[in-house]
């Protein structure tokens, strides 16, 4: 079924509606949110940002993600969901405030990003209780149709989201106060999705009572065994392991591109101007927002003609080529073109991703399986920041980094084909 399809048929249920509005205005501020942590650490004017400020930037807005992630579930399975989804936003709102209140105060630099790594740890239970709700709103029949359009359509509002940050920053200026306000409509606007949580039912979204459910200490303690054994079972499942492998490739050579991009626009295309590097690196982000959505619609006829065991290594094979070939004459124009190629391929990837996981591993082993995912799509992200904050100029113009890239693709395409023949020898 196509995008527009599916949404018609999930869309019918109207406690999807409410459980759906409450993820779009929870990503549209998050979208604000990301684009003021990301002007006040990379293109503030009142700072000279470095490989290394970046890193720390990434790291910030991505690691709650991978650590708390897979503790995080122990919690949400104990707790009222919709409760979860009420109270998170308050809590958030409260701390984009006090965040707020610090940039204004012009504090010194950690301690804003620890006030924004508390807001981002109160996220992800948010996200969580969404993703786990989403079976008590969606028949059975209809859930493959409401995994298909809710990730997309977050994805589409959080750019959204941060296209409207950067707007309010060309209103408010990019200075600590403007930052400051953005913080505080974010918070506002995330105030917003509660409203709409408490319209549903107390204990519509679960969990139902189990008193075999093991005590939450316990829980805790069985997360790392947990993961351990998901682990294992993936490795017994080449294909959703291998295409999992790629994804967490991809992120890595990603992160290497976010962050020269970052730098380049910084420094090397605008001279040090905050406000021209902040628009350049914007049009990047719109060309790689729009290979998102494209992805989205070429994926399902491209594996429907090639198979996923084809489709993700062309789709590693041409982000390295292409990189490679718009990147090296270190031109505004070839990084916009290449944030298209790479969202293309990189969503193509992460669907695939997606579906051999759904797919091949067992319902039992299926969390923990996405709970590695998650920790290896962040994780990889700022690893590949931390290795360019050693390897980047001070410029950003680094052929290094693109030999890297390059090469990289191409070789994880290799191996992902070697495992997936591996895998279908096996099994014939």
């Keep these: 079924m196509s995008f527009v399809a599916d949404l018609r048929v999930v869309s019918r249920g109207r406690d999807f509606r409410r459980l759906f509005g409450t993820r779009l205005v929870s990503q549209f501020s998050d979208g604000i949110f990301q684009f003021a942590v990301a002007g006040f650490a990379f293109f503030s004017p009142e700072s000279q940002t470095t490989a290394l400020q970046v890193a720390t930037g990434l790291a910030v807005l991505l690691l709650p993600y991978s650590v708390l992630g ?21 809590a958030r709102g409260a701390l984009l405030l006090v965040a707020a209140w610090l940039v204004a105060a012009d504090v010194p630099d950690p301690v804003f990003y620890v006030a924004a790594l508390g807001v981002l740890a109160v996220n992800r239970f948010f996200l969580a209780a969404l993703g786990a709700s ?4 969606v028949p059975t029949e209809r859930l493959l149709a409401a995994n298909a359009v809710v990730p997309t359509s977050g994805t589409v509002v959080t750019f959204v989201g941060a296209g409207v940050g950067f707007l309010l920053r060309a209103l408010f ?19 917003l999705s509660a409203l709409i949580a408490r319209r549903m039912d107390r204990m519509l979204l679960g969990p139902w ?3 075999d459910r093991p005590q939450a200490r ?26 999992m492998g790629a994804m967490a ?33 914007g049009l ?13 619609l070429i994926t399902p006829y491209a594996t429907e003609r090639f198979t996923i065991e084809r489709w993700v290594p062309i789709a590693l094979t041409a982000a390295g080529v292409l990189t490679a070939a718009l990147v090296l004459p270190f031109q505004e124009w070839g990084l916009a073109a290449a944030g298209f190629v790479l969202g293309v391929a990189g969503q193509s990837v992460k669907i695939c991703a997606d579906t051999t996981v759904q797919r091949d591993v067992e319902d039992i082993y299926r969390g923990r399986a996405f709970s590695l995912y998650d920790m290896l799509f962040n994780g990889m992200y700022v690893l590949a920041a931390a290795l360019s904050a050693a390897i ?35 099994l014939g």
């Design 70 to 90: 897979p503790f995080v579930g122990v919690f949400i399975d104990r707790w009222p969901r919709r409760q979860v989804l009420v109270l998170a936003p308050v």
């Design 134 to 137: 989403l079976p008590h709103v």
């Design 173 to 191: 200026g990019g200075d600590d106060s403007g930052v400051a306000v953005l913080l505080v409509v974010s918070g506002v606007v995330f105030g």
């Design 209 to 211: 009572p189990d008193p």
């Design 218 to 243: 316990e829980a805790l303690r069985n997360v790392v065994t947990g993961l351990a054994d998901g682990a294992k079972h993936l490795l017994g499942h080449r294909i959703a392991a291998g295409t």
């Design 249 to 281: 490739a991809h992120r890595f050579f990603y992160g290497m591109a976010t962050a020269l991009g970052i730098i380049l626009y910084r420094y090397y295309f605008t001279d040090g101007d905050p406000d021209a590097a902040l628009q350049g690196i």
């Design 284 to 296: 990047v982000v719109a060309t790689s927002g729009a290979g998102y959505f494209v992805a989205v």
């Design 392 to 426: 980047l100029p001070a410029d950003g113009k680094s052929y290094l980094a693109v030999a890297i890239m390059a090469a990289g693709y191409p070789l994880a395409a290799l191996a992902y084909r070697a495992i997936a023949a591996r895998s279908r020898a096996e």
